[in-house]
């Protein structure tokens, strides 16, 4: 059993490029579909010693490679390292902050979270029928029934078609 070491933003940029490095996002697979620094997924919650037997295989992980654990603000990796701990033998690192903080360490211009841009988009939308139907007609008020019937399914169901379109815009794709 090996001790979890945390390291910070400056760190990671380095072991990142080092190939003796494993670099493991453990949020679930629809937030590592958003954008990750890791090369990998496995979300915390299907960690066990099956999975673990599996993924070292799969990534054909050796021993002398360590392992980096990197999730939203780094709750969930610290969980996941925990769990880790026994079923392999890798040392194991947390990146403290998580994707929080490799964002402020590497821009001062903080991307705006998926989900916080459907908020936005569906309020202004919701404002615009409310506004609309008041001072051009009625009628309008049926996208504010729209939008409220789509945040609904959306929280049911998990899939938000705005959630989607909002990652194909310009300002969502990976710089290249």
């Known amino acids: 059993m090996s001790d979890i070491k945390r390291i910070n933003a ?19 697979h629809h937030e590592y579909a958003t954008g990750s620094e890791a090369t990998v997924c496995w979300p915390a919650n299907e960690i066990n010693s099956v999975t673990a037997y599996e993924f070292v295989n799969a990534q054909k992980l050796t021993p002398d490679q360590t392992v980096i654990l990197l999730c939203a603000r780094g709750m969930r990796a610290s969980a996941a390292a925990e ?42 939308l919701v404002l615009i029928s409310i506004i609309g139907s008041m001072l051009i007609h ?39």
């Open 10 to 28: 400056e760190q990671f940029r380095i072991y990142q490029k080092d190939s003796r490095y494993c670099i493991i996002d453990v949020r679930d």
């Open 83 to 124: 769990k880790l701990q026994t079923l392999i033998p890798n040392h194991i690192s947390v990146v403290e902050g998580g994707h929080a903080a490799l964002a402020i360490a590497c821009s001062t211009k903080q991307k705006i979270s998926i989900e916080r841009q459907v908020r936005i988009a569906a309020g202004i």
């Open 138 to 176: 009625p009628a309008l008020i049926i996208f504010s029934v729209f939008m409220a019937c789509g945040l609904i399914f959306s929280g049911i169901t998990d899939w938000c078609g705005l959630g989607l379109l909002m990652m194909k815009m310009t300002w969502n794709q990976p710089r290249k």
